[in-house]
């Protein structure tokens, strides 16, 4: 059972690059998250999905785009990635909003 | 806004005693919260989880308690031991009744001294 899973783990980009970041889940849950976390703010909320197709803003959704085309898959996109985007991104899943979520292993991503 | 907290950012414990994280949150509106630890090079991994219709809930050497009056969450973990070492996190359900994901506090670092 391979649970969540995140590619890469590791990232090195430049100013302005497209970075795709991969989310994969095999447990069929219809909620995604994206968390990115930094020192000093801990986890917060990038984009959230309810089911596939859906998607919707969380905390911090500026300069990322998501899609929920299958209901397995959640990539996160920064179109033009910024320094201020070099994080630790989280992907997580739940089988309801108000359940708990559990989280794939991380991307680490630094912009140069 | 409000925002789920944490009282201290590292705690140092010695190895076979209890630890005790404490965490304040402000939104009244949560019912659902969670305690997560996270290894270095780690996602969060859950510990436990307790609704607002519950005051308290155990698990495996895990306790949390949930103060609906004062707004506040503990976790309790007994006979400490050196696998326990890792940031601890609360967080909470938001707004808008879970479905835009969970709030989190800033972390409790726990160190188990030998």
């Known amino acids: 059972d391979a649970g969540i899973t995140q590619s890469p783990r590791y990232k090195i980009t430049e100013t302005g690059r497209q970075v795709t970041l991969m989310c994969h889940q095999t447990?069929?849950?219809?909620?995604m998250f994206w968390y990115r976390q930094d020192l000093g703010h801990g986890l917060r909320l990038i984009y959230y999905s309810a089911a596939a197709d859906i998607t919707d803003k969380g905390e911090v959704p500026d300069g990322y785009v998501v899609s929920r085309s299958k209901t397995e898959n959640f990539p996160l996109t920064l179109e033009s990635a910024t320094r201020s985007q070099t994080s630790v991104y989280f992907c997580?899943?739940?089988?309801?909003?108000?359940?708990?979520?559990?989280f794939g292993p991380g991307t680490r991503l630094t912009v140069l | 806004g409000e925002s789920v907290g944490l009282h201290l950012p590292t705690l140092s414990v010695q190895e076979g005693d209890n630890s005790i994280i404490n965490c304040a949150y402000s939104n009244s509106a949560s019912d659902y919260f969670i305690w997560y630890k996270q290894e270095s090079g780690k996602g969060p991994q859950f510990i436990i989880d307790?609704?607002?219709?519950?005051d308290k809930r155990q698990g495996q050497r895990v306790t949390v308690l949930l103060n609906k009056t004062v707004k506040h969450l503990s976790l309790q973990i007994a006979a400490t031991q050196p696998g326990d070492s890792a940031v601890y996190f609360c967080a909470e359900n938001g707004l808008k009744g879970g479905a835009d994901g969970l709030t989190f506090g800033k972390g409790t670092h726990l160190i188990i001294q030998p």
């Open positions: 447990w069929s849950h219809s909620y």
């Open positions: 307790i609704r607002s219709n519950m």
């Open positions: 997580a899943s739940s089988s309801g909003g108000n359940n708990e979520q559990f």
